[in-house]
């Protein structure tokens, strides 16, 4: 167990709190070592201080209570990585991994308030990573791709019907056009997998979760 490492997760994330908590359930970290962004001022000052806070918004943060060192994002993740499984710390060490999983971290770092939806922050601070135009083009590009796929693949019109009202009601409900397409964007992708895993059942489960995304998601809009 890294018993001096504390890693720093986005707690409004859902993404982040289920893959930091599996590394406390797997032994990696006690369960000090897992601290909340939004936290990490109050319970650890002395680390915080020297968090490169723009940084951390992208690429998750492990401190090392010791030493003070801090490593960000993929280095953080491989440490912690190798330490469970030892037979992965070669392939963890080259260059040309890590140059291949880095362009699926920043894509899901950047978008993953949009692709898990999030609850309110608990605390006044919020790590919500800064907007790109690039990383959400990319999401989008990725997610609709899908969903065209999905509309080609079964010629559906429903599913034109459904999506439309996803990003119309991102936009209007909630006001934020930019955000409410990398939210309609994910629930395209949904529906182009519903298309593939329920080919006739797939619109009443497509409709609730608009219904309920819409729902969920709105305060997300309004910041």
């Known amino acids: ?5 504390v890693i720093l997760y986005d707690d409004s994330c859902p993404l982040c709190q289920l893959y930091t908590e599996g ?4 032994g990696v970290l006690p369960r000090s070592g897992r601290v909340a962004f939004g936290q ?6 002395e680390v915080f201080e020297r968090l490169d806070v723009a940084r951390g918004r992208v690429a998750i943060p492990l401190i090392d209570r010791a030493t003070g060192e801090i490593v960000y994002g993929l280095d953080a993740l491989f440490l912690l990585m190798g330490h469970k499984a030892a037979w992965l710390r070669p392939v963890l060490r080259q260059r040309w991994f890590k140059a291949a999983i880095w362009p699926l971290y920043r894509l ?10 999030c609850e309110p922050p608990i605390t006044p601070f919020d790590c919500r990573p ?3 135009l690039g990383w959400r083009s990319a ?3 990725i997610a609709l791709t899908g969903w065209l796929t999905g509309v080609a693949a079964h010629a559906l019109a429903p599913v034109l019907a459904v999506a439309a009202l996803q990003l119309l009601g991102g936009i209007f409900v909630a ?3 930019w955000d409410a397409l990398g939210s309609f964007a994910t629930n395209c992708l949904v529906f182009a997998i519903l298309l593939a895993v ?8 497509a409709l609730a979760i608009t219904l309920l995304d819409l729902r969920r998601r709105a305060w997300v809009f309004r910041l």
């Not at 167990?1 to 490492?5: F, G, H, I, S």
């Not at 899901?108 to 939806?117: F, V």
């Not at 329920?198 to 489960?205: D, Q």
């Open 139 to 141: 999401w989008l590009g």
């Open 1 to 5: 167990m890294l018993a001096e490492k």
């Open 130 to 132: 800064e907007r790109h």
């Open 175 to 177: 006001r934020r056009g």
């Open 108 to 117: 899901l770092s950047y978008n993953r308030r949009q692709i898990a939806g």
């Open 40 to 45: 990490a001022l109050a319970q650890c000052p």
């Open 23 to 26: 590394f406390v359930r797997l």
């Open 198 to 205: 329920f080919p006739l059942a797939w619109w009443p489960l």
